[in-house]
């Protein structure tokens, strides 16, 4: 069991940054593949990166070179460094832990980002 409460949501002008953070606790963080996911108005929730346990990091083709996802297991904490913002980023934006072994997967609440001019 592990709860994820995400933050650093906001309004942000197309081009800018925002940084994301993800804080999980409740479990071992170091059991669980990390990714953060994101859910438009009117379409579905789709991957937008993750980070496993060992290291793999991976990018949806529409956020590569602009996003940097990374991990501190010391602080039990995920991030996603967001650059060059689009419009098309607009979405709320969810953590998610996959545990090891069991597949189980937990979410948090979400935070909202806006790229609005």
């Known amino acids: 069991q592990v709860q994820l409460v995400e933050s650093g949501g906001g309004l942000v002008q197309p081009g800018g940054s925002l940084r994301l953070s993800c804080a999980a606790s409740?479990?071992?963080?170091?059991?669980?593949?990390m990714g953060w996911y994101r859910q438009a108005p009117g379409k579905q929730r789709e991957l937008v990166a993750y980070?496993?346990?060992?290291?793999?990091?991976n990018y949806a083709d529409s956020v590569k070179g602009r996003f940097t996802i990374s991990r501190d297991n010391a602080k039990n904490m995920l991030y996603l460094q967001m650059n060059s913002l689009e419009l098309e980023d607009t979405a709320v934006y969810y953590c998610c832990a996959r545990r090891r072994g069991s597949g189980d997967s937990y979410w948090g609440q979400g935070t909202q980002v806006t790229v609005s001019s």
């Open positions: 980070f496993t346990i060992t290291g793999i990091t």
């Open positions: 409740g479990s071992a963080f170091s059991t669980y593949d």
